[in-house]
């Protein structure tokens, strides 16, 4: 059972300066959509959300990617930062439970002879990767035999570069493909992506326990799944509850 203390020890903690400064990735479309001026989407609903159960205002700091998110944590800038759950993350970052899970995927040329997850991993297969990312660090410590090509957009190196597979999140890889049909998906994921609030581990342990709880209740009532949906979402992607007693 999490045990939460007093919300105001929890707002002095968490958000030190009096406002609650949360890092914002642009980067990824499930989360976040709009502009740095305006963004909107389940990220920034939930971080909201959190400033108004401190009773303290939300400072929004947009970045264009999730290891930028994390830099802004690392040095103070940030209280709380949205990316995904990765172990080479952990170290640094105590995490909640996800509250949004989706899927990373392969896309290459069309013409191409990969047709499984399995045929990326083979020796002379360059892979584009947003530096950082979620799935940059699972296939750095996964692939065998792969090369991959880490930039700040790995879609545009694909094409760019004429790499042989790239990687990225479903939604935005089934974009890239909309928009051209010389790609296709390899429509098998390679990976789950579990997206959740973070925050530094110098936290006292009732702040994260206090993220922790937010977080499932915003699952259970409804408010992720909601929240998904008005900016225009799949509210399937909803992380399923942690085990009661967690």
Known sequence: ??????????????????????????????????????????????????????SVPVDLACFDAARLSLAALARGDADICFVAIEPARAAEVAFTAPYVVIEGVFVVPEDSGITTV?????????????????????LSRTLREATLVRGRDGLALLREQGLEAGAGIRQAVSDFVARDPRFR??????????????????????????????????????????????????????????????
């Open 1 to 54: 059972m999490i045990v939460v203390g007093d919300v105001r020890d929890v707002a002095s903690d968490l958000a030190p300066t009096g406002v609650l400064r949360a890092a914002i990735n642009l980067g990824n479309p499930v989360l976040v959509q709009g502009t740095a001026g305006a963004p909107a989407g389940v990220a920034v609903d939930i971080a909201r959300e959190l400033g108004a159960r401190l």
């Open 118 to 138: 399995a045929d990326v991993d083979r020796a002379q297969v360059r892979i584009g990767a947003n530096q950082g990312s979620a799935y940059d660090l699972f």
């Open 185 to 246: 998906i390899i429509d098998e994921r390679f990976m789950q992506i579990r997206q959740a609030v973070g925050t530094t581990r110098s936290r006292a342990a009732g702040t994260v326990a206090f993220l922790a709880a937010a977080i499932e209740d915003l699952k259970s009532s409804g408010f992720v799944r909601d929240a998904l949906q008005r900016s225009g979402q799949d509210g399937a992607l909803v992380a399923p509850p942690e085990p009661s007693g967690s």
